[in-house]
């Protein structure tokens, strides 16, 4: 089994197996040397627990997410300044993605076509979001097949924002599809029986909650296959780091 986390870069990743290989090498040089401050921002005791376990148990670590240059990039000049030989196939016309990324913002139809000024803003933001999954999909499927021809299988948990997931859009879907291109590109033809690379995608979403719990208020059946319940703790959520992404909408 091995992790993807959203809160690394691809580029990382000599850290992250430095981090599960190398007793010496602590949390605390980990957050150094991948300059967690600024390339994420939440509180890192937040992910202490999981990061210290997967080193106990060796299970290796995976980072998902662009650079902060390329998603500036994308911010600044667009889509098309991603270069194809860094990332192809960044699909930005997805079946409803759009309207549920307005809802996500909370963004109305009717303001987008009143003001076109903040219109061109948001569909950058869009962009943003999109070349965003796309390369983290993109991640996960480098990471799948690295172990394909495992004898045991693999598995891959994938750890990122809710809104990356909802609704098994974003990273899953996308992950998918780049699953399937793959496969097409190694000689198969679309009607011919396929040996399936994967055993399913399945989306899990973690709910703080104060029992006993109000039952309109949980999440509908197209948010998530699985919903993870979790009682409130005493977190103060005005004293952890907000994302270093809070400035961009």
Same mark, same amino acid.
């Given at each position: 089994?091995? @992790? ?69 990039? @994308? ?7 991603? &270069? ?6 960044? @699909? ?23 003001? &076109? ?133």
């Amino acid at each position: 089994m091995t @992790v993807g986390l959203e809160c690394f870069h691809r580029r990382h990743q000599r850290f992250l197996d430095r981090y599960i290989n190398d007793p010496s090498y602590k949390l605390n040089h980990l957050n150094r040397d991948t300059q967690w401050e600024t390339s994420w921002g939440y509180d890192s005791l937040l992910y202490a627990p999981l990061l210290i376990y997967a080193k106990q148990k060796r299970i290796r670590l995976y980072g998902l997410h662009p650079t902060d240059e390329m998603v500036h990039d @994308v911010l600044t000049k667009g889509i098309d300044a991603i &270069p194809t030989s860094l990332l192809k196939g960044v @699909v930005t016309q997805e079946p409803g993605h759009y309207e549920q990324y307005q809802r996500i913002m909370k963004v109305s139809p009717e303001k987008l076509a009143r003001n &076109p000024s903040f219109s061109k803003h948001f569909d950058r933001m869009y962009q943003v979001q999109c070349f965003r999954e796309e390369y983290m999909a993109e991640s996960v499927l480098v990471e799948v097949n690295r172990h394909q021809k495992h004898p045991q299988g693999h598995w891959t948990a994938v750890l990122a924002g809710e809104n990356h997931i909802l609704g098994r859009g974003g990273i899953p879907s996308r992950a998918l599809r780049r699953s399937s291109s793959s496969l097409l590109a190694t000689g198969h033809t679309p009607g011919m029986k396929l040996t399936p690379k994967n055993r399913g995608v399945f989306t899990v979403m973690p709910r703080t909650i104060s029992f006993p719990m109000v039952a309109n208020e949980a999440p509908g059946r197209m948010a998530a296959d699985y919903v993870w319940y979790v009682e409130n703790d005493t977190l103060k959520t005005g004293q952890v780091n907000a994302s270093p992404f809070r400035n961009l909408a």
